[in-house]
């Protein structure tokens, strides 16, 4: 923004801080800015660290059933993120989430997890109990490294087996209500029609989950649940959509 006397205000000026935004928005475009050496110049280096700020870079899984050895990739890995999440199924028909879980708590950086449909979420904030980094979200969010997140584990809708942890549609839809819009989502099944195939083709996402992402507009949408669908990725709106799996999916969002 300029004053009177055509010099850029302050940054707490809010005229400049629309500017800011907007040249922001040049600078992803690509377009060229003026020479750093002009005060223009000079503000436009300062919107790329700006546009930097707020960008939360993840580490986000589904699926791990079991898997040690994968469980001390992740380890690993996760030192190079700001935020890992855990989609869910760490188990196996509910067997091993204890070790599962131990097997992941050398990680030190802030970790979602969200349960599956192996696991209740009552067994995994018990088996999580002990890991200072992790915070498990079902039908709840969180504020983490400045940005909002929000979880909803389980089956859903309701799967053909009796051992698994499960919501119907409308239940789902009454847990996600308090999701703030924008939030980062961290779901174990996937939206219907997004993600969501087996071998066949068969769609088995939730209709519910579809209609909270469409009125929520999350900054992103994670889940896993169908093998077949691991590592596919979609778009409802202006949300990316992730099936994730058990190898770790870089994000930044």
Known sequence: MQDSSGALGSTGDPGWCSWLARQVLVLEAGVRVLPPES?????????????????????????????????????????????????????????????????????????????????????????????????????????????EFYGLGAGIPVTPWEWSFDLDDETAAQMLADCPRGAILVLHSPPHGHCDANGSGDHFGSPALLRAIEEKAPRLAVCGHIHESWGCESQIGPTPIRNLGPKGAWIEV
């Not at 993840?58 to 079991?66: G, I, N, V």
């Not at 509910?94 to 599962?100: K, M, P, Y």
């Open 39 to 147: 005060s223009r110049g000079r503000a436009l280096v300062a919107c790329r660290a700006l546009a930097k700020l707020g960008r939360v870079k993840l580490l986000a899984f589904s699926d791990l059933h079991r898997d040690l050895g994968q469980a001390a990739e992740l380890v690993a890995m996760s030192a190079e993120a700001d935020v890992v999440i855990g989609a869910g199924d760490f188990a196996s028909v509910h067997e091993g989430l204890a070790e599962t879980i131990d097997a992941l708590a050398p990680i030190e950086k802030p970790t979602v997890l969200a349960p599956g449909n192996n696991e209740t979420a009552d067994a995994l904030r018990e088996a999580a109990a002990g890991w200072s980094a992790a915070t498990v979200l079902h039908g709840e969010g969180a504020t983490i490294a400045g940005a």
